[in-house]
């Protein structure tokens, strides 16, 4: 990664000083630069057409329901969104931010190579756009997200990984009518921009996650008691709930070792519910779009084909799974070295992920779903997973 000041590429200078610096004010330093913006609205169909922004589908009658929330892509038109991608190498004015694309592309065959460069083109025409018709803001209000509503053998609720709740469409409301939500789980470190709004609406509900996002959350003063209650890295702490959650039909596995996410999976009522751990599918599709949907290069897709060739897709990528900054923050004289929680020097930091991962592949499931992923069989699910991250001890993580 870089990022330059002045032409200059300062990255290994802040990835020196974070390592230099006590860990009290490293992880102080990274809650401020992550912690959401509460001043910054989310804005959803709502706001811009009036109508829901959530489709909803029941999983397992009675007991589970994944919601897709539709919001805005901000990179279309934020500043500071744009920015960050630019950090992320996503520049699309830069000679070789193209050249990566295209050499992204060329690894899955010349016709792909055609479509990105009709990709890039329609990027760099967004790139310039003042004004926008009906249409294109449509199209700019594109961004998905997958939230989930379990309801516990009693009777009561526990939300995944949830999104920006609008009264205004009777979303609360609705959840309300199933029961009373007990518990909220944060799925993973990075998806905190719509947990102010849940809290505020559900302020007893009991709180599952860790350090990283519980530092965001007391940052913009989110968290009226202050702290979860539960933290998942604490495994007594975890072994306790479990043994309360195993009783109302759910479980969940903390992936020790993914200092990244600090991702959370949930099991629930046969059901893997996961946050952050997937990219590209073991059979040729990659995030929400199946193998077929993919083939189809629709129009409204090239942002993510852009994504996939540029951070996803060999060379750009080790395994051409994986978005190559995952890899950067597993490394402790990298990217890593600016996280909240930071590998271990030694790298046991990946193999303690490949046993975690290996841990909750085992468990009994009959369906997979997750928060930026379509559902999906088991047996896929388990080796789009060991294609993601078989790297990290170089071993399947297959169960045997």
Same mark, same amino acid.
């Given at each position: ?28 330093? *990274? ?18 057409? !009036? ?32 920015? @960050?991608?630019? #950090?992320? !190498? ?77 009264? @205004? ?78 009783? @109302? ?20 009522? !046969? ?21 077929? *949907? ?68 085992? #468990?009994?499931? @009959? ?34």
């Amino acid at each position: 990664m870089k990022m330059k000041v002045m032409g200059i590429n300062i990255m290994p200078i802040m990835v020196m000083m974070m390592n230099w610096m006590p860990e009290g004010m490293r992880r102080s330093t *990274v809650t401020k630069q992550n912690a959401p913006k509460p001043k910054k609205k989310i804005k959803d169909l709502y706001d811009l057409n !009036g109508t829901t922004p959530y489709k909803t589908e029941e999983i397992v009658p009675g007991k589970l329901w994944e919601i897709t929330y539709t919001f805005e892509n901000s990179a279309r038109f934020d500043k500071d969104a744009k920015n @960050e991608m630019k #950090a992320f !190498g996503m520049d699309y004015s830069s000679e070789t931010c193209i050249k990566k694309i295209l050499e992204g592309a060329a690894s899955h065959g010349e016709n792909v190579v055609e479509t990105a460069i009709k990709d890039i083109q329609i990027a760099l025409e967004w790139a310039e756009k003042k004004s926008f018709t009906d249409t294109e803001m449509l199209e700019a209000y594109g961004n998905k997200l997958k939230t989930f509503v379990v309801k516990l053998n009693n009777g009561n609720l526990l939300l995944y990984a949830p999104v920006q709740i609008r009264d @205004e469409v009777g979303f609360g409301t609705w959840i309300e009518s199933l029961g009373k939500v007990e518990w909220i789980v944060v799925a993973s470190c990075y998806h905190t921009l719509h947990l102010q709004n849940v809290l505020e609406r559900f302020p007893e509900a009991k709180i599952i996650g860790t350090p990283a996002s519980e530092a965001k959350l007391n940052h913009i003063n989110a968290l009226t008691r202050k702290q979860y209650e539960v933290n998942c890295q604490d495994e007594s702490q975890l072994s306790a709930l479990n043994s309360v959650l195993e009783k @109302e039909g759910a479980k969940l596995f903390y992936i020790a070792g993914d200092v990244a996410t600090n991702a959370v999976v949930l099991m629930a009522h !046969g059901i893997a519910l996961e946050c952050d751990l997937i990219y590209a599918h073991h059979d040729g599709g990659f995030f929400n779009l199946s193998k077929d *949907v993919v083939k189809q290069n629709k129009h409204e897709h090239w942002e993510l084909r852009i994504f996939k060739h540029l951070l996803i897709s060999k060379p750009n990528s080790p395994n051409g799974m994986l978005a190559n900054y995952r890899f950067q923050m597993m490394d402790p004289t990298g990217l890593g070295a600016m996280s909240y929680d930071q590998p271990k020097k030694d790298g046991s930091s990946c193999s303690t992920m490949a046993e975690s991962l290996r841990t909750m592949l085992k #468990a009994d499931f @009959e369906l997979a779903a997750g928060v930026h992923i379509e559902q999906t069989i088991p047996d896929d699910f388990r080796k789009t997973i060991d294609a993601n991250w078989n790297w990290l001890d170089g071993k399947s993580l297959l169960p045997s």
